[in-house]
């Protein structure tokens, strides 16, 4: 008997979604040289978005240099990595406008493979209108965009499992040295409800770093599945988590354009000690609302600073 197995569309993106980190990509944005003007009066106003392929994180940003065709930004991000093997960087400039959409100035991607572990490596790239090589439009000048590059895989040697144990025993004193990931799932909520639209996103603060999921329109019992990533230089012992749903509404004038439909603020210590929480917990200024967050600390050696310190001053 022929038995045939139906594989659901979406499951390959949640089994990405379920890899557990591997690493770090510091991400150095130093400069830009050559931009082509898109303003019809003066010079572009110009950053660059960051991102990994095969992630559904928000893109990062560098602040905006205003009337400027060399930019130098000097600003440096961490992505966290899950398939080295199979990712890339992408790095896109723009040109930012106050009113409508940011025109594309030019684009490159950086494959993870081809970066050596543990070693920087600054490259100067020739940005493209697209990826496609038979594109003859590629063949404009559109600038260049310098970066440094560094990947660094987390380790699971002995000593890292001793500092692992060393960290364990010693956070709730807040005397550990020592960083890592702290990973946020959130799931779901439930019975929340705004007085005048109920269209909820959630809203993540942590050490002044927003982060957000999407927007679920017109739902009291939503579910995101989001998943974010918050690096560390040291255990979170005396930190808290900001965790906030917010509705806004779809409306365009509305007297009401954003209300907050309750928040719930959270001690990391016991994620320290427990190194993994999943709980529901009840929203603070909210009737019955509910939500259902995953806290999880991968605690590992490559982010101290000590180390960082030494890897650029090589």
């Given at each position: ?23 770090i990509l510091n ?208 255990p979170p012992t ?77």
């Open positions: 008997m022929l038995t045939l197995m139906f594989w659901p569309p979406n499951l390959n993106e949640k089994i990405r979604a379920m890899k557990r980190p591997v690493g991400v150095k944005v130093l400069r830009a040289m050559k931009l082509k003007k898109k303003d019809l009066l003066g010079a572009s106003d110009p950053y660059v978005k960051i991102k990994l392929t095969e992630d559904k994180l928000p893109a990062k940003k560098t602040t905006v240099k205003h009337k400027n065709l060399n930019p130098e930004w000097n600003e440096e991000f961490n992505l966290v990595v899950k398939e080295p093997e199979s990712q890339a960087l992408e790095l896109r400039v723009y040109d930012w406008e106050q009113v409508g959409k940011h025109d594309r100035m030019g684009m490159n991607v950086v494959p993870l493979k081809d970066l050596t572990s543990e070693e920087p490596k600054v490259l100067t790239l020739d940005l493209l209108k697209n990826m496609d090589l038979n594109d003859a439009q590629n063949e404009k000048l559109r600038g260049q965009l310098m970066v440094e590059l560094a990947y660094k895989p987390f380790k699971e040697d002995d000593l890292n499992k001793s500092f692992k144990d060393q960290v364990e025993q010693k956070a709730p004193e807040g005397t550990p040295a020592g960083g890592g990931l702290l990973v946020v799932t959130i799931h779901e909520a439930q019975d929340v409800e705004g007085k005048h639209h109920t269209n909820p996103h959630v809203r993540l603060l942590f050490r002044g770093e927003e982060m957000k999921t999407k927007r679920v329109k017109k739902n009291r019992d939503p579910r995101w599945e989001e998943e974010f990533h918050f690096t560390l230089e040291e005396n930190k808290k988590l900001h965790v906030e749903v917010v509705s806004t509404s779809s409306r365009i004038g509305l007297l009401h354009p954003k209300e907050s439909l309750g928040y719930v603020e959270i001690n990391l210590s016991d994620v320290v000690s427990n190194r993994r929480i999943n709980e529901m917990y009840h929203l603070i200024d909210s009737k019955n609302g509910r939500i259902q967050i995953e806290l999880h600390l991968e605690i590992e050696t490559l982010l101290r600073k000590t180390s960082t310190q030494k890897l650029y001053a090589t």
